[in-house]
């Protein structure tokens, strides 16, 4: 991937609660869609997480650009990501909204997530996530997620 300057995940003291290997063993045993797309752990910290897709010609849509139920599913795994950074391996935390803002077309490649929890309460986290297309510095999508935490007595 190019690298490109982009808004670095806000610095935290705070270590992720979760690996990479934990969570893409995560994703292996309860989002198995997600891992056959091959998405790529680059990075998770405290309530922060970059995934990346690879190029793959089954994610386009006519006009040879990624599509969006693709870039939404992206952005979807990367909260996931942030979020566990954040509280840990709870594998029953649900997304309860997903917003998201096309701003341009990404074209046929890669697809880099930078996401990052603005919010984080006992039962509700909110976060951010920035698309980019592997070659720009612009943002393909920019997304605002919401996800349940369950109540660790009920499970959910």
Known sequence: MTARPSKPPRAT?????????QFEKLLRENLPMMADWGVVVEAIGHGTAILSL???PR?????ETVSGPVLMGLA????????????????????????IN??????????????????????????????YAD???????????????PDEKSGG
Request: no cysteine; charged share 20%; hydrophobic share 50%.
């Open 13 to 21: 003291r705070k270590q992720s609660l979760i690996t990479s290997a």
């Open 54 to 56: 690879p190029e793959n």
């Open 59 to 63: 994610f386009l849509r006519p006009g």
């Open 76 to 99: 979807d795994v990367a909260v996931y990501a942030a979020l566990l950074g954040a509280i840990g391996p709870v594998p029953l935390a649900v997304t309860s909204n997903l917003t």
């Open 102 to 131: 096309f701003l341009r077309k990404p074209g046929a490649g890669a697809i880099r997530a930078e996401a990052e929890i603005l919010k984080l309460g006992r039962r509700l986290a909110t976060g951010e996530v920035r698309l």
């Open 135 to 149: 070659s720009s510095v612009e943002m393909a999508a920019h997304v605002i997620a919401s996800y349940v935490i």
